[in-house]
């Protein structure tokens, strides 16, 4: 009975643990996959923009390793005066600014802001949106799992070794069954 306990214990751990590969392995293949035509993941309303030594330099109220999220909005739930976050094209890369708006015109559709004091007109289909949220070095850890060595360690190999003992599973059953 006892045994039969333990087994029971032990196969509802390795299915939990199961679950929680698969369930992190596609996290992450959205994180990498849900890229907007900036090149950021953008996903359920929100942007994420990892913070490196790139763009602190734009976004100074953040270290490196840092993850920001951005609300995306829409042109009613941005009033004047709101800090909102944009693309910016700099060096031929989408880079991410901050900056109040000054003043806004336009509709849902089409819309376009002043922002701050040196009169930078900025259309709608270039703001992101509004702070959410940050997490500090949550970056740096995402940074790396996206990496190619991160994906691999992190994503693809535990979801490979759960692949091969399955149709190792599939074949001891199918064995066993055949010499009953």
């Known amino acids: 009975m006892v ?8 196969n509802f751990a390795l299915g939990f643990l199961e679950f929680l590969i698969i369930a992190f392995a ?3 293949v959205g994180i990498v996959f ?7 993941t953008s996903f ?6 990892l913070i490196d030594d790139y763009n602190t330099t734009e976004l100074t109220h953040y270290k490196s390793g840092d993850l920001l999220v951005i609300k995306n909005v829409n042109y009613n739930d941005i009033n004047i005066g709101d800090e909102i976050y944009y693309y910016d094209l700099l060096n031929d890369e989408y880079i991410v600014r901050m900056g109040t708006v000054k003043t806004k015109t336009g509709d849902n559709r089409s819309s376009q802001y002043t922002i701050n004091e040196s009169n930078i007109i900025i259309p709608n289909y270039k703001v992101l949106g509004t702070y959410n949220t940050s997490m500090s070095n949550f970056g740096s850890i995402i940074s790396f799992l996206t990496s190619t060595a991160g994906f691999l360690i992190f994503v693809i190999l535990p979801v490979l070794v759960l692949f091969i003992y399955h149709v190792y599973r599939v074949i001891m059953i199918l064995k066993y069954d055949k010499d009953e």
């Not at 045994?3 to 032990?10: N, P, V």
């Not at 359920?44 to 923009?49: E, P, Y």
């Open 3 to 10: 045994i039969i306990m333990k087994k029971r214990i032990l």
């Open 26 to 28: 596609i996290v992450m």
């Open 34 to 40: 849900l890229k907007n035509d900036f090149g950021y």
């Open 44 to 49: 359920a309303g929100n942007t994420l923009i």
